[in-house]
């Protein structure tokens, strides 16, 4: 039975609203107290972290990661995803179910926990909508939830069939099962490589218009009006979504979203003919970005994500309209949060822990993302303030498509404890 | 950034610079061609990954013509047919140690990200729906020979705007060169935002109206290849958007009717118009020789 105390550090736990210099007791796995008194019984030999100077706070929780494992281990696995994510203070990672086998029957959602048994941080399944992700019939939902499987979604292959999502949220409001839906009208984005707007008309590439993820949310919160489902917008990038979803929250529907970082930091600006900034949805315009800015300081945002999405060597080495979407995520995101929110003094650093935290937890009804005695001992130690370069080739993932290989950040996680484990601590 | 890889970050003096060097490698009527050997034991490599020929064949006379050795390498017969990736060809082309690599592929910002990993100076000769810069300045050129500057001209360019890099490169630079640019084409093939390309810019949907006191008239192929879907049927088209002997009336007396071909007889021009007295078609492929090498001469490592 191990024990550790984290002595001197700035703990904040957004959870609870904790915020002052305290210690963090940790035994067996688990939260024993925080506080400056050691609670009971607390062993004295228990080892002893100095954080001085340094943020204690709850481990990150990120809602939308692709992992790979089964069927795409060339690009990344529950080990290298699992490590990456810890070098990111990510201690949980809901896994999308675009695997092969798609994750859309409980004997897949079992085998992701049991190979994720050995990952540095917790896995938690998300399960599919559809069989296949095809998008013809309603995947084997409650059984999935039985399993261990956090919420549905068919992200990547969004559903076009209105009838089919209609019917999945009915079951997935029975069973209790959160619906996490990837907002596109494939009809109109179809073809499309980018934003669609002037830098897409100078560049002469496809364009992807904002009125494909619009309508796409708008349908999905009516729809969840209708069925009375729990909704979570996965990555919303655009500034009339972020409309939508705010209305329904101020009609108290059970409604939430996520956004990407990289959709706080990036406009469409910055693709120029890059593989490494073709992502979907994509990178917006400055408007659609700062909007996405403004709904995280009035709290419409529930919790940053991540999407991070390896793909293996050569695949994002060819021509713009070739290559695959998305980037790398786990190591960045806090860094570039940081300097997007908190250093831009838009937010605090609780506002911003508590999108890594609590936040997204909530969302999906998860214990982790809190500092609360009794909870698991998962956390992270922060010197917001340290700058640092991030090297994609040292990364932990299998793959490198990033677009912030070289670029200095102020703020970097050093350590990360899963279950009173250390499982990263930076150089 | 070596190379040629668009009109839009070129400054007006450069494209002054390519345009007066071009004069001196246009052809005399009746004399041999000029030469050069400013490229001698030089190699120029053109890499088509899209059907060309006009444009393929005008680099290769061009590079002739200034001394360079010349290899001319298409999609169909390389190794781009075995599913090698363009990152893979252009390393093994890298290796031949060419002075320029002559491209045209059918993805915008094939030439970027070639740039991005060679050294060699690439340029453009055409990018997927991006630009088409060779083709921009000896357009400009074909002009200057008949107007005395490229100021305060009124230029129609009417048709598929959206897919066309001629179009691109055409608005960036006749804006540079403070032009009057009326483009005119049906909303699916032009969007309204392509008014903001550049300044001095706008959108007239009406042909008639957008031809009215034009000095210049540039057509479009309509780009059956380049449409994801059909918009428009080929007799709707041509009704609405075809350049028809009528029209002409309606622009400045010595209007100059341009096609960057290949031409669509009946499509988006009428043969009267394209054989007509106003019509530079020819004058456009014959300048495309002396542009290209002054391209060249210029860009060449």
């Known amino acids: ?106 004997a897949i959602t079992r085998y992701i926990i049991e190979r994720a048994r050995d990952a540095a941080v917790h896995v938690r399944p998300i399960g599919a909508i559809s069989k296949g992700m095809l998008g013809e019939d309603v995947a084997a939902i409650g059984s999935m939830r039985e399993a261990g499987a956090v919420a549905i979604s068919d992200d990547g292959a969004p559903v076009m069939n209105a009838r089919l999502m209609r ?64 909704l979570h917008i996965a990555h919303l990038s655009t500034a009339k979504s972020l409309e939508f979803v705010k209305r329904a929250r101020e009609e108290g529907m059970r409604v939430t979203c996520e956004v990407c970082v990289h959709h706080l930091a990036l406009s469409d600006e910055h693709v120029q003919y890059d593989g490494n900034y073709k992502i979907k949805p994509p990178l917006r315009s400055t408007t659609d970005m700062e909007a996405l800015r403004t709904g995280i300081q009035e709290g419409v945002i529930s919790a940053i994500a991540t999407d991070h999405q390896p793909h293996a060597g050569s695949d994002k080495m060819q021509e713009f309209d070739q290559c695959p979407f998305g980037i790398l995520g786990f190591e960045t995101a806090f860094a570039l949060s940081l300097e997007t929110l908190y250093h831009q003094k838009l937010v605090t650093l609780p506002q911003l822990l508590a999108l890594f935290t609590c936040g997204p937890a909530q969302v ?36 490198r498509n990033s677009p912030f290989h070289g670029r200095y950040f102020q703020g970097r996680v050093l350590t990360t404890i899963v279950e009173g484990d250390v499982v990263w601590q930076s150089p | 950034m070596t190379g040629l890889l668009g009109i839009a970050p070129l400054s007006r003096e450069e494209l002054e610079q390519i345009l007066h060097r071009s004069r001196d490698f246009q052809t005399p009527s009746n ?96 990018d997927g729906q991006h630009e088409h810069p060779t083709q921009a300045l000896l357009d400009a050129r074909t002009i200057l020979d008949h107007r005395d500057s490229l100021e305060n001209l009124r230029v129609v360019i009417i048709g598929d705007l959206a ?67 059909s918009n428009f049927s080929a007799t709707e088209y041509f009704q609405f958007y075809g350049l028809r002997l009528e029209h002409l009336a309606l622009a400045s007396d010595n209007v100059l009717v341009m096609h960057p071909g290949p031409i669509n007889r009946g499509r988006e021009i009428a043969s009267e118009v394209a054989d007509s007295t106003r019509s530079v078609i020819l004058n456009q492929v014959e300048n495309g020789v002396a542009v290209r090498m002054a391209v060249l001469e210029r860009y060449s490592r």
């Open chain 1, 1 to 106: 039975m191990s024990s550790m105390r984290i002595d001197n550090g700035r703990v904040i736990d957004p959870a609870s609203g904790f915020d002052q210099t305290a210690s963090v007791f940790l035994r067996d796995g688990i939260v024993a107290g925080i506080g400056v008194e050691a609670p009971p019984n607390f062993p004295e030999d228990a080892q002893r972290l100095d954080a001085t100077g340094l943020v204690v706070a709850p481990g990150f929780v990120d809602l939308h990661a692709h992992l790979r494992e089964p069927g795409f281990d060339h690009a990344e696995s529950l080990e290298t995803g699992g490590l990456a994510a810890a070098a990111g203070g990510f201690t949980t990672v809901c896994c999308m179910p675009d695997t092969k086998p798609v994750n859309d029957n409980p």
């Open chain 2, 31 to 126: 004399e041999p061609s000029p030469r050069t050997e400013s490229l001698r034991g030089k190699l120029v490599v053109n890499v088509f990954f899209e059907p060309s020929t006009r444009t393929r064949v005008s680099f290769e006379i061009a590079a002739k013509r200034l001394g360079a050795d010349v290899v001319s390498i298409t999609a169909s017969g390389s190794s781009v047919s075995k599913g090698e990736s363009l990152v893979d060809t252009l390393n093994t082309l890298g290796a031949m140690r060419p002075h320029a690599i002559v491209m045209r592929h059918q993805a915008s910002g094939a030439p970027h990200f070639l740039a991005r990993h060679l050294p060699t100076p690439i340029i453009n000769a055409g």
């Open chain 1, 364 to 399: 999906l009804g998860l214990t982790s993302g809190t500092l609360r005695e009794g909870a698991l001992a998962d956390l992270v130690l922060l010197d917001i303030n340290r700058w640092w370069q991030y090297d994609v080739n040292q990364s932990f993932s299998k793959s």
């Open chain 2, 163 to 229: 897919h066309s890099r001629v179009a691109r490169s055409n608005i960036h630079l006749l804006s540079k060169f403070g032009a009057e640019i009326i483009l005119c084409g049906p909303s699916p093939l032009l969007p309204a935002g392509m008014a903001d390309l550049a300044p001095g810019v706008r959108i007239e949907r009406d042909v008639p109206r957008a031809i009215h006191g034009a000095d210049v008239i540039m057509m479009l192929r309509v780009q059956l290849e380049r449409q994801h879907e």
């Open chain 1, 167 to 230: 019917r999945a949220m009915e079951l997935a409001s029975d069973f209790g099962m959160p619906v996490i839906t990837d907002c596109e009208d494939d009809n109109l984005s179809r073809g499309g490589v980018m934003h669609e707007g002037l830098t897409s008309l100078r560049m002469g590439l496809r364009g992807i218009p904002a009125l494909a993820e619009d309508l796409m949310t708008f349908r999905d919160i009516e729809l969840a009006r209708t069925t009375g489902a729990q």
